[in-house]
């Protein structure tokens, strides 16, 4: 039975990211239908930094409310509004309000508030609630939150989302005779694919629900649990022993490290997660395209699916070594530059006209997202022993880490324009 217990921890994880993922796969599909056309991925990171009033909140009633909140019920209450909100998108995202005297996206962008919310205040919720199981759960936990963005990546490249083909200008609406790129119709519709985002929360819902009361996973509650017993420090210089419960709403100090480690790990926690989920997504498509559409589609499906190998590598290599992690997050860094100097130089980036530069740019990325996704899952690892308020900083890190590398590139990609797109089907770079 432990078996099933890691895949209702798998698809726990599935929920934590899998909304907001979805949506950025199906942005070309969605951008030709609303008023706000390529402004809308500007939007959507906007809102995304906006929700992270969320995980703000949630830590602040870690601190001030010790104990007060129920996290498994936000849990219930933040799956279950991340699935209606889905499904209300399913039917919803064209409908449009005049506001200031033009149309806008209203209820597209209030959803997308909603799942956002949902994605940003899982950070702090799902991770800290991963610790009443087991220790292993917790890497099948990472496992299903690097499913988040693999699967919806794999039904947007079955819909058939961002393949273009060239065409003449005079067979695209043109006047001319000059080949344009044009979107070619996806397989079904961006209905179908909020439906199915609809039915993965759902998924993600019923596993929580089995999670809390299924006999089997119960069994495979930590021992130490909120039972746990804790030595720490009196004010007075003694070591007493106290309630888990008690000592994991006091602010996060290891028992085990030194504050230099400490603020080590939340460093790397930290910088990683800007590089993840903040500034190297922002800059994929320029450091990709110009190599062509099959180089951009294999590097963004086999990075997601680097993601959770690199979690289920950590099943069978746990590794807890600051050293390690050093060295790692020093390599991911370097790839990081590689493929910020190929978007630099769009779109005439070196090896544009040979294999190798597909090779090298698609390798980049794969290491770069596999290498980085194992360092969070090290820092997870540790953190886990550290204890629950451990993992509700953990959370509140990443969102922190995400939301300044997110905000550091908004202005140099969509502002100031300093990257600039290759056109599939012209090149003027020499060959």
């Given at each position: 039975?432990?078996?099933?217990?890691h895949l209702?921890?798998?698809?726990l994880?599935t929920?934590s990211?899998?909304?907001i993922?979805g949506?950025w796969?199906?942005?070309?599909l969605l951008v030709p239908g609303?008023?706000?056309g390529w402004?809308?991925p500007?939007?959507l990171t906007v809102?995304?930094?906006?929700?992270?009033?969320?995980?703000?909140?949630?830590t602040?009633a870690?601190?001030?409310l010790?104990?007060?909140?129920n996290e498994?019920?936000?849990i219930?209450?933040?799956?279950?509004?991340g699935?209606?909100?889905?499904?209300l998108?399913a039917?919803?995202?064209?409908?449009t309000?005049?506001?200031?005297?033009?149309?806008r996206?209203v209820?597209?962008l209030?959803?997308?508030?909603c799942l956002a919310?949902v994605d940003c205040?899982?950070s702090?919720?799902?991770?800290p609630?991963?610790?009443?199981l087991r220790?292993p759960?917790?890497?099948t936990?990472?496992v299903?939150e690097g499913l988040?963005?693999?699967?919806?990546?794999l039904?947007a490249?079955?819909?058939?989302?961002g393949?273009t083909?060239?065409?003449?200008?005079?067979q695209?609406?043109?006047n001319?005779?000059?080949?344009q790129?044009?979107?070619q119709?996806?397989r079904?519709?961006?209905?179908?694919?909020?439906?199915f985002?609809s039915g993965?929360m759902?998924?993600?819902l019923a596993?929580f629900a089995l999670?809390?009361?299924?006999?089997a996973?119960?069994?495979?509650?930590a021992?130490?649990?909120y039972?746990a017993?804790?030595q720490v420090?009196?004010?007075?210089?003694m070591?007493?022993t106290v309630e888990?419960?008690?000592?994991?709403?006091?602010?996060?100090?290891?028992?085990?490290?030194s504050?230099?480690?400490t603020?080590y790990?939340f460093?790397v926690l930290?910088?990683?997660?800007?590089l993840?989920n903040?500034?190297m997504?922002?800059?994929?498509?320029?450091s990709?395209?110009p190599y062509?559409?099959l180089?951009f589609?294999?590097?963004a499906?086999?990075?997601a699916?680097?993601?959770p190998?690199?979690?289920f590598?950590?099943m069978f290599l746990?590794n807890?070594?600051?050293v390690?992690?050093?060295?790692?997050t020093l390599?991911g860094?370097?790839?990081?530059?590689?493929?910020?100097?190929?978007?630099v130089l769009s779109p005439c980036?070196?090896?544009?006209h040979?294999?190798?530069?597909?090779?090298?740019i698609?390798?980049?990325?794969?290491l770069?997202?596999?290498?980085?996704?194992?360092i969070?899952l090290?820092?997870?690892?540790?953190?886990?022993d550290?204890?629950?308020?451990?993992l509700?900083?953990?959370?509140a890190v990443?969102q922190?880490g995400?939301?300044?590398?997110a905000?550091a590139?908004?202005?140099?990609v969509?502002?100031?324009?300093?990257f600039?797109s290759?056109?599939p089907?012209h090149?003027?770079?020499?060959?």
């Open positions: 039975m432990a078996l099933a217990v209702l921890a798998c698809l994880g929920g990211w899998v909304a993922n949506l796969v199906e942005l070309p609303v008023p706000e402004l809308l500007s939007y809102v995304i930094q906006l929700a992270n009033v969320g995980p703000l909140l949630v602040l870690h601190r001030f010790p104990g007060r909140l498994v019920g936000l219930y209450a933040l799956l279950a509004l699935g209606l909100a889905c499904l998108l039917f919803f995202w064209r409908e309000s005049v506001v200031g005297g033009a149309p996206s209820a597209l209030a959803l997308l508030f919310l205040t899982s702090v919720t799902f991770l609630y991963m610790r009443r220790p759960y917790l890497t936990y990472f299903g988040s963005g693999l699967l919806p990546g039904v490249l079955g819909q058939g989302v393949v083909q060239c065409l003449n200008g005079s695209a609406g043109g001319g005779t000059r080949l790129a044009v979107y119709a996806p079904f519709s961006a209905c179908a694919f909020f439906l985002l993965m759902a998924v993600s596993a999670l809390n009361h299924l006999p996973a119960r069994q495979e509650r021992k130490e649990k039972q017993r804790l420090e009196s004010p007075g210089g070591r007493v888990e419960g008690a000592a994991a709403h006091h602010p996060f100090r290891s028992s085990s490290r504050w230099a480690q603020a790990i460093g930290a910088w990683v997660n800007a993840t903040g500034t997504p922002a800059v994929q498509s320029y990709c395209l062509g559409d180089a589609h294999l590097s499906t086999l990075a699916l680097a993601n190998l690199a979690c590598l950590g746990p807890r070594s600051l390690l992690m050093g060295s790692l390599a860094t370097l790839l990081a530059c590689y493929i910020m100097s190929m978007a980036p070196p090896f544009l040979l294999p190798a530069g597909v090779i090298l698609v390798l980049c990325w794969v770069f997202v596999g290498t980085l996704s194992y969070k090290m820092i997870g690892m540790i953190l886990r550290e204890g629950h308020c451990a509700v900083w953990c959370g990443v922190a995400s939301m300044v590398g905000l590139v908004f202005p140099v969509s502002i100031y324009g300093l600039h290759g056109d089907c090149s003027s770079c020499p060959s």
